[in-house]
């Protein structure tokens, strides 16, 4: 079964290295066809290769890595004529909240156009700016269900030209759509940030996830006549605390992309707090003591900077939770299965009932899984074993 696993996970990974790389796809227009019909059909552990595949989608779709929708679209296509339309409905279902995600945000920017004239009759001014602010800001409306559970941070504190935005959109959403929930998944939300490491230097463009933007954000000193310059050091507990986020190894996380990165990556400089005189290697990991300053002397020769959030590279916790809610899965299907062939049978022999479980599910499974799952429905109530035949399971209505 591990090996299987691996497998499934290393197709689902090779699968997202070429839909995310442009120059892979103008060539080869049968790629998609050739991997469903040469590797994935014989995947035993498809369930495996669901998960991966579904999150990697997400991350694409909501990141902008997507090279061609079509492609993309065709490829889930062949999945589900291969396994089914249960199978593929979550993927289609992102399709479907980005594209009503797109209708949404050209009526909503309608709107705000219409409202923004009636307003530039009596301030032109604010009314051209405030145009500016609901044209930058991109909302993504998200089905709960179809997409990955990501870590939520509530206490975010959001600059006043972000909470405007969200508040009028809020608004608008709510009067169109009343009775709906919404709950702000700032996880995965992104921004292009201008940044000058110097008054007198270039600027670049670093597009960063939201929380990273809190972050850079509070390098900055706004004076009195509105022209930015960079701050001097600060710490992490300072960092949480201004940005309001309660998660430390998240906002270690943040700063390490943000310091400890690739070249050309490096827009914050840290310094170990026990570094002292020494030109020591810097620590990879940061202490509550460690400082971070701007880089002042940052050079690059690109000036559109890409700077990899932490939730685009995944780590072995989401791998390992991954893994973890297929095995879940795997075990209610396992349950479905018994219980389906226990109502048809009404009783049944435990060596005949086995290699029914095993052949229904579809996915890989042992005779021991199936054992467990057994014991499991015997103590909620749903079979029984026979009183005079201990071999033989009863099932109860």
């Not at 919404?182 to 597009?207: I, N, S």
């Amino acid at each position: 079964v591990g090996d299987t696993n691996i497998v499934a996970e290393a197709l689902a990974k090779y699968v997202d290295a070429y839909l995310k790389d442009a120059k892979k796809q103008e060539p080869d227009n049968h790629w998609a066809a050739s991997t469903i019909s040469g590797i994935f059909c014989y995947l035993q552990a498809k369930d495996v290769f669901e998960a991966f595949y579904k999150r990697d989608l997400a991350k694409r779709l909501l990141w902008n890595r997507i090279v061609s929708m079509d492609v993309e679209r065709h490829f889930v296509s062949l999945l589900k004529a291969e396994c089914g339309a249960g199978y593929t409905a979550k993927m289609e279902g992102m399709f479907q909240d980005m594209d009503w995600s797109r209708e949404t945000m050209t009526r909503y920017k309608q709107a705000m156009y219409q409202d923004n004239n009636i307003i530039n009759n009596n301030n032109s001014n604010n009314s051209q700016q405030s145009q500016q602010q609901q044209l930058d800001m991109d909302i993504q409306v998200l089905t709960t269900g179809y997409w990955p559970v990501y870590p939520q941070f509530p206490n975010l504190i959001l600059p006043a030209s972000l909470k405007q935005p969200q508040e009028n959109f809020s608004n608008y959403y709510k009067s169109k759509y009343q009775g709906r929930r919404m709950t702000w998944q700032y996880a995965l939300g992104h921004a292009v940030v201008r940044f000058r490491p110097k008054e007198t230097g270039p600027k670049y463009d670093l597009v960063v996830s939201l929380c990273q933007a809190l972050v850079l954000q509070q390098f900055n000193i706004v004076p009195d006549d509105n022209t930015t310059t960079a701050t001097e050091e600060l710490k992490l507990p300072q960092l949480m605390a201004s940005v309001g986020l309660d998660n430390r190894e998240e906002m270690e996380r943040i700063l390490q992309s943000l310091s400890l990165g690739k070249d050309g990556t490096r827009v914050l400089q840290k310094r170990d707090y026990d570094a002292g005189d020494k030109k020591k290697k810097i620590r990879m990991n940061v202490h509550d003591q460690d400082c971070f300053r701007v880089q002042a002397n940052f050079k690059s020769n690109q000036r559109r900077i890409r700077i990899t959030n932490i939730l685009m590279k995944e780590t072995k916790e989401e791998r390992d939770k991954t893994v973890e809610a297929v095995s879940r899965d795997r075990l209610y299907l396992i349950d479905a299965v018994l219980v389906r062939i226990m109502k048809a049978r009404k009783t049944i022999l435990h060596q005949q009932l086995i290699p029914q479980v095993l052949e229904q599910v579809k996915v890989p499974a042992q005779p021991g899984d199936v054992k467990k799952r057994i014991e499991s429905l015997i103590e909620r109530e749903y079979m029984e074993r026979d009183s005079k035949e201990r071999n033989r399971y009863n099932y109860l209505a």
